[in-house]
């Protein structure tokens, strides 16, 4: 039996594979097949009945989404069976269909903010009566709370029970249900507890209509009016594909855009809902402090306050990028203070152990993360996904829910959606039998070490470790990079690609924060520990007002990552750009074009005036092969060659001091994040929980 | 059905099962293989409704989600699709009426003004905490309408009277008989049957000789059977008692035996000397046709008849006895 099978769809002869759904096999045959209930990334329920179609001789129509191509078998004189999607027949049913889901339907399309972009009013329109007959009363159905996040208008609801298996399969928290049957059915959390998943809001965006919408988007705006920019997430190290819905100078709105090699079509919470955190706490303009207090000023007389603190000689400043770096600002910063000498320059965190060599392999996910879905066993060293990249989590748990993938982590147990074998809390169980044993019989294992295991005392031995592990069960082969480093800043590689650490006999973060020097520079530098810099004088560039501001003796407003064009290299190190969706705040500039003009203040003028300019540089001459050189591809494999040359050498041996919580609290990891009271309600909501469950 | 949701304050923190029911608990966990086991989860919900005085609090529900290991959220999917699980409290006798068409037409309505009356509002537990009620679906037992079930028994044939006067002796105590509430053992007909009345059905005495129904008709050329009995075959000399056992003639089983004796040959001599013309006449009043003659009746009679068993046994077998 061949694995394809012919069908006649609308009168075109076409050859599908079996597995195909009909539904699938229509879409391939060019014709455009409505649906509520189904969802590529979903299990089929088949209970909307939307998907019907005409099979010739059948005595009713298909639901095309839960119809296998393989079950169709061939008309009498062997011809393939003939398929309609359109014609009085389909229509019909499909009118009929409509006309039930609409029955119980409410008419407030006004005042509903799915309202032009609704699947049941677009498909209401292309498939429905024009007029109801239905005269008896509609069905109320009470709203359910399900958090902060996601607003609940049950009466629209038409059971399609998208957000149940969403809930269920990808975000793997069963939470939502639907209860009772018949016409009392409802779609509700176990007692209208709120989501605990991180992927939450993604329901909002599965919801065909608008029983599920944004919270925090709530009658803001309509979709006619926004203007719509494709952009790049920077709250995790993952470079999510989003699209910032703007309108007028406000960010009204970011939703996930496809990108099957990062996020799929799903966006974690914090992705999604930080926007209200781009219009709160901002810096709009330069300040200065004086007599303890700052005071705004212009921009000529802050750059003037900053020439003036950097005048303290090259040994006694320090530079600090944070974790929103965009690349150009980093690139600008570095030649600009390499230019005057200064040599304590880093991005790291405080303690960090890995990127000095500037072999890239070393630090970057070199197995992407899309390669998990082809990987069958993965060890998590020092690291929490479902924090640290919440929407990576939902592909490791698809790869263990759909393929063969098996699981095992080193560091704190943690509820992470799927099974896994918990090999030890601290780094010496990378060095045990066990370990081996679980990557023993994996053709093709992954090991990946987060961030945080890396910034230890002993993270070298850590990476070393983990990389001779690698080499050790064969994760490094032809084809196959199976080692690499999960990180939490979307800004991180991008600054180290730039070669953003220190210069040889430099200073790095702690040391640089420990102290001693006159000057410091913070890039952003909210996430490190501020405390120890004394009467030094504190320039702080960024966009928002957190640590750094608060610590600041100047301040050099700069644009967030919504504001302006520039590069982002993800943790596989996949280089992308963000697009400007709105202006910057007030007199807040971009990143570079601030270091560009502090550095014909100083003397030493930038080989750049623009920011294409820059990205030039970058990208190196022709031919000359850069970090930046591609942009929106993840090395991967490429760097096998690299990765098998070894670890680099490490002194001191594994620590028996357990991993530690890498991140505190999810939704509040970075400036934008903390000025978003959205955040600030989660994290609220998160912690009453977490308490409330150790109470129990 | 109106919505159905839990009643928080009345289930109160926690929930146990008896000691007791830890039995049946893992008679029906042991149905499932151990990967399935929220197959169990309605089995094991039942028994929690069941030791939790007849209805299903949250507490009790989270402690069958924790024993089968389930998201409570699917647990409470079972829990509200079924309505036999109750999500609020219910008097120590609750009472399932039953308000679908038979029972109906049979006067379900009126015990539904008696359960208003005597008890209140459906759901509502009386201050007492003995008496609940609430209308169901059929519950099975439509020719005893209208019925109710009162726990785990069916009550039938109510009335007003007797429905009231049951609730009346639940509410105080007294004993109550289950079944159907009228002179009736449990569905036969009222007033005593209708059918089947006739004594002789049952004495045995209408056990004669008559036109087997399965038998092929007799043959065409015949003339039709005489209404009146044909002429019996003489009895060729007075028959000496007792009887001969004719099943020994192959051929002649306990019923012909019967009907042979009822014609008046009772031993193997009187067939010898049938001719064949009362060969004929017999076969038509057995009705048959031609087996006398193929299987030798009467060579077999005269073998017998002269106490040659042997030789009878030898030449045509045993007969049917």
């Not at chain 1, 072999?359 to 970057?364: A, K, Q, S």
């Not at chain 1, 199976?482 to 600054?495: D, I, N, Q, S």
């Not at chain 2, 004929?280 to 009467?298: A, C, H, N, P, S």
């Amino acid at each position: 039996m061949s694995d394809t099978f012919k069908v006649n769809i609308d009168g075109q002869e076409l050859e599908v594979p079996k597995s195909h759904t009909l539904m699938q096999a229509c879409e391939e045959a060019g014709a455009e097949i409505p649906r509520f209930c189904y969802h590529e990334r979903l299990s089929v329920a088949g209970n909307c009945r939307m998907c019907l179609v005409e099979w010739e001789g059948a005595p009713k129509p298909i639901a095309s989404c839960a119809q296998l191509v393989g079950d169709l078998r061939p008309n009498r004189d062997g011809s393939a069976p003939v398929i309609r999607t359109k014609g009085a027949y389909v229509e019909k049913a499909r009118n009929g269909v409509m006309e039930f889901l609409l029955i119980n339907h409410p008419l407030d399309c006004p005042i509903c903010d799915q309202g032009g972009e609704c699947d049941l009013q677009d498909q209401a329109v292309a498939y429905g009566r024009s007029t109801s007959r239905y005269d008896e009363n509609k069905r109320a159905v009470e709203d359910k709370y399900m958090g902060p996040l996601v607003k609940t208008i049950m009466t629209r609801c038409i059971q399609c029970t998208r957000c149940v298996r969403f809930a269920a399969e990808v975000a793997g928290v069963e939470e939502i249900g639907m209860i009772s049957r018949g016409e009392s059915a409802e779609i509700t959390t176990y007692l209208e507890k709120s989501l605990t998943s991180e992927l939450s809001g993604n329901v909002i965006d599965l919801c065909p209509v608008g029983a599920l919408t944004s919270k925090p988007y709530a009658f803001n705006a309509r979709p006619w009016e926004l203007r719509e920019t494709s952009s790049v997430d920077v709250m995790d190290a993952m470079g999510a594909a989003i699209r910032i819905d703007a309108k007028g100078d406000a960010v009204m709105r970011i939703l996930p855009e496809t990108n099957e090699e990062i996020n799929e079509e799903w966006l974690s919470d914090k992705s999604r809902f930080v926007w209200d955190g781009l219009a709160r706490q901002r810096l709009d303009r330069p300040y200065v402090r004086r007599n303890g207090k700052l005071v705004p000023v212009s921009w000529a007389e802050a750059l003037e306050a900053t020439k003036s603190a950097l005048s303290v000689g090259a040994d006694q400043i320090g530079v600090v990028a944070g974790d929103l770096i965009e690349v150009e600002q980093a690139k600008a910063a570095l030649d600009l203070f390499r230019s005057l000498g200064v040599k304590n320059t880093d991005c790291r965190p405080a303690g960090a152990q890995y990127g000095a060599d500037g072999v890239r392999e070393r630090y970057i996910l070199n197995p992407t993360l899309m390669g998990v879905e082809d990987a069958d066993a993965l060890l998590l060293v020092g690291t929490n996904p479902r924090v640290e990249a919440a929407v990576w989590n939902a592909r490791i748990r698809k790869a263990w829910l759909w393929g063969d993938l098996k699981v095992a982590i080193i560091g704190e147990a943690a509820d992470l959606t799927y099974p896994y074998e918990h090999l030890g809390v601290s780094p010496d169980a990378l060095n045990t039998d066990a370990a081996r044993a679980f990557l023993k019989n994996a053709k093709k294992p992954m090991i990946v070490v987060g961030e945080a295991a890396a910034c230890r005392a002993d993270g070298a031995a850590i990476l070393a470790a983990a990389h001779n592990l690698a080499l050790e069960s064969g994760a490094i082969a032809d084809g196959w990079a199976g080692f690499g480093m999960l990180h939490t800043a979307a800004g991180r590689v991008g600054a180290l690609d730039a070669g953003f650490v220190p210069a040889d006999g430099g200073k790095a973060t702690a040391e640089i924060l420990g102290g001693g020097l006159k000057t410091f520079v913070l890039l952003g530098a909210d996430e490190v520990d501020l405390s120890a810099l004394g009467a030094a004088t504190v320039v702080y560039v960024g966009s928002h007002g957190d640590a750094g501001a608060t610590r600041a003796d100047i301040v050099l407003p700069s644009a967030a990552y919504s504001e302006m064009s520039a590069t982002f290299v993800n943790t596989e190190g996949r280089v992308q750009m963000t697009n400007r969706a709105v202006q910057p705040k007030g007199e807040a500039r971009e990143g570079w074009a601030i270091f560009r003009a502090l550095s014909a203040l100083v003397g030493k003028p930038l080989p750049y005036d623009t920011a294409d300019a820059l990205r030039a540089v970058l990208r190196g001459k022709e031919g000359e092969n850069t970090p930046f050189s591609g942009r929106g591809y993840a090395p991967g494999a490429k760097g096998v060659a690299a990765l098998k040359a070894g670890p680099a050498a490490a002194s001191g041996s594994l620590g028996n001091e357990p991993f530690k919580r890498t991140i505190a609290d999810f939704y509040l990891t970075n400036p934008i994040a903390r000025a978003s009271r959205t955040m600030a309600e989660c994290s609220a909501l998160a912690t009453s929980l977490d308490t409330a469950m150790a109470a129990e | 059905m109106a919505l159905r949701r839990f009643d928080i304050e009345a289930g109160g923190d926690s929930f146990a099962f008896k000691p007791e029911t830890e039995e049946k608990i893992a008679f029906w966990r042991g149905k499932y293989p151990a990967d399935k086991q929220r197959s169990a989860v309605i089995p094991l919900l039942w028994l929690a409704q069941k030791d939790n005085g007849g209805w299903l609090s949250e507490p009790a529900m989270r402690e069958v989600a924790d024993r089968l290991e389930m998201p409570y959220i699917r647990v409470y999917e079972v829990a509200t699709f079924y309505t036999m699980f109750r999500l609020q409290p219910v008097g120590k006798f609750h009472v399932q009426l039953c308000g679908t068409t038979p029972c109906q037409l049979r006067g379900a309505e009126a015990l539904k003004e008696v359960c208003t009356k005597e008890i209140g509002k459906p759901m509502y537990v009386t201050d007492d905490k003995r008496l609940s009620w609430e209308e169901v679906e059929c519950l099975g037992a439509c020719v005893n309408a209208p019925m109710a079930q009162i726990n785990d028994d069916f009550y039938e044939d109510l009335t007003p009277e007797s429905l009231s006067d049951i609730l009346g002796r639940l509410r105080h105590g007294a004993d109550v008989t289950p079944g159907p509430q009228i002179d009736r053992v449990n569905s036969a007909p009222e007033g005593g049957t209708t059918v089947l009345t006739d004594p002789k059905l049952f004495d045995g005495s209408r056990a004669s000789l008559s036109a087997l129904p399965n038998l092929p008709a007799p043959a065409a050329a015949a003339p039709a059977p005489a209404p009146t009995p044909a002429p019996r075959p003489e009895p060729a000399v007075a028959a000496p008692a007792p009887k001969d056992d004719l099943k020994r003639i192959n051929g002649v089983g306990p019923k012909y035996e019967q009907m042979l004796y009822d014609m008046g040959i009772t031993h193997y001599s009187q067939i010898a000397t049938w001719s064949q013309e009362t060969v004929d006449k017999t076969e038509e009043l057995l009705g048959f046709k031609d087996r006398i003659d193929r299987e030798k009746w009467v060579d077999q009679a005269k073998l017998l008849a002269a106490g040659k068993f042997d030789e009878h046994e030898r030449e045509f077998g045993q007969g049917k006895d």
